[in-house]
């Protein structure tokens, strides 16, 4: 692990913070030295998450930070402008370190994809981090003040999914949000990176059939599936002044170039319905979230 407490003197505001990635970026955050404002959707396990981050002095002499818990939407504008404000209130400054790591997913195959379900994933997933940049950026610039904002992607916006149009497109766009937010902000002392997962073992995957994670591990060139905290290590480092000239960056966390998810994927167009289904349980292994929880 790199060195400790790179962040002693950031407060870091990371949505999604109640489960999966979020809540391990926030811990991983806090064990850098940061203050962390925890938001998620559900009140109650950002508590959790704040809980989780709460102990005693650290070899290192440094006394716990204060953390605080917060309860959004991301996908709504005027909800995303209050967290900001509610943050900067608390912790009488605004946020220097922003990670937006929301996301939901709703798997469909495209002709079958309900309008609901496209509108839904681009409301909370990219929407959603345009919203929560946009007010973090417009905090920072106000009162002057430098930051990195990282914007959690995946490797499927990359590459494409079977079964995940919705969810390739919104996390494509987050790629190509953060690429102008970053020339736009620069100016400001404000960078703005990407972060790319793969394969990473989150609760989701424990729904997942083990033949069919077997089958995913055997694809990885590394020989294992990621841990959240191979997220989190990134994030910090980004997050931290070791990353002071990167900006516009897509760092993938994958243990090499993500595999065709769908083993057969020039055959799929004949397969019938019943058949195509039985590989979803496959690309949920590189969604962040719970596929039906807004976060």
Same mark, same amino acid.
């Given at each position: 692990?790199?060195? *400790?407490?790179?962040?002693?003197?950031?407060?870091?505001?990371?949505?999604?913070?109640? #489960?999966?990635?979020?809540?391990? @970026?926030? !811990?991983?955050?806090? =064990?850098?030295? &940061? &203050?962390?404002?925890?938001?998620?959707?559900?009140?109650?396990? &950002?508590?959790?998450?704040? =809980?989780?981050?709460?102990?005693?002095?650290?070899?290192?002499?440094?006394?716990?930070?204060?953390?605080?818990?917060? *309860?959004?939407?991301?996908?709504?504008?005027?909800?995303?402008?209050?967290?900001?404000? *509610? !943050?900067?209130?608390?912790?009488?400054?605004?946020?220097?370190?922003?990670?937006?790591?929301?996301?939901?997913?709703?798997?469909?195959?495209?002709? %079958?994809?309900?309008?609901?379900?496209?509108?839904?994933?681009?409301?909370?997933?990219?929407?959603? @981090?345009?919203?929560v940049t946009r007010a973090a950026a417009q905090a920072l610039v106000s009162?002057?003040?430098?930051?990195?904002?990282?914007?959690?992607?995946?490797?499927?916006?990359? !590459?494409?999914?079977?079964?995940?149009?919705?969810?390739?497109? #919104?996390? &494509?766009?987050?790629?190509?949000?953060?690429?102008?937010?970053?020339?736009?902000?620069?100016?400001?002392?404000?960078?703005?990176?990407?972060?790319?997962?793969?394969? @990473?073992?989150?609760?989701?995957? *424990?729904?997942?059939?083990?033949?069919?994670?077997?089958?995913?591990?055997?694809?990885?060139?590394?020989? %294992?599936?990621?841990?959240?905290? $191979?997220?989190?290590?990134? !994030?910090?480092?980004?997050?931290?002044? $070791?990353?002071?000239?990167?900006?516009?960056?897509?760092?993938?966390?994958?243990?090499?170039?993500?595999?065709?998810?769908?083993?057969?994927?020039?055959?799929?167009?004949?397969?019938?319905?019943?058949?195509?289904?039985?590989?979803?349980?496959?690309?949920?292994?590189?969604?962040?979230?719970?596929?039906?929880?807004?976060?």
């Amino acid at each position: 692990m790199a060195s *400790q407490l790179r962040l002693g003197t950031s407060l870091a505001l990371v949505t999604g913070a109640g #489960s999966g990635l979020g809540r391990a @970026i926030s !811990v991983r955050l806090a =064990r850098e030295g &940061a &203050a962390v404002a925890a938001c998620d959707l559900d009140g109650a396990a &950002a508590q959790e998450t704040v =809980r989780l981050m709460s102990w005693p002095r650290s070899k290192e002499g440094a006394f716990p930070r204060a953390h605080a818990a917060f *309860q959004t939407d991301v996908s709504e504008a005027g909800a995303a402008r209050r967290l900001l404000e *509610q !943050v900067q209130a608390s912790f009488s400054r605004p946020p220097s370190v922003v990670v937006s790591c929301a996301g939901i997913t709703r798997d469909e195959f495209l002709i %079958h994809m309900s309008e609901e379900d496209w509108d839904k994933v681009i409301a909370v997933n990219l929407k959603g @981090i345009f919203l929560v940049t946009r007010a973090a950026a417009q905090a920072l610039v106000s009162n002057g003040c430098h930051g990195s904002i990282i914007n959690i992607s995946s490797i499927i916006g990359k !590459v494409g999914n079977v079964g995940q149009t919705n969810y390739a497109a #919104s996390k &494509a766009g987050v790629i190509g949000l953060t690429q102008t937010v970053a020339r736009e902000l620069g100016r400001y002392g404000i960078r703005c990176n990407s972060v790319l997962p793969g394969f @990473i073992l989150t609760p989701m995957t *424990q729904k997942v059939p083990q033949k069919v994670i077997d089958k995913v591990t055997g694809m990885i060139p590394m020989g %294992h599936m990621g841990d959240p905290e $191979d997220v989190a290590d990134v !994030v910090a480092f980004l997050a931290s002044e $070791d990353s002071g000239y990167i900006t516009g960056a897509s760092v993938e966390v994958t243990g090499t170039e993500a595999p065709e998810a769908g083993a057969g994927r020039e055959r799929v167009e004949k397969w019938n319905p019943e058949q195509m289904r039985k590989i979803v349980p496959f690309h949920r292994l590189v969604s962040q979230g719970n596929p039906r929880r807004r976060v």
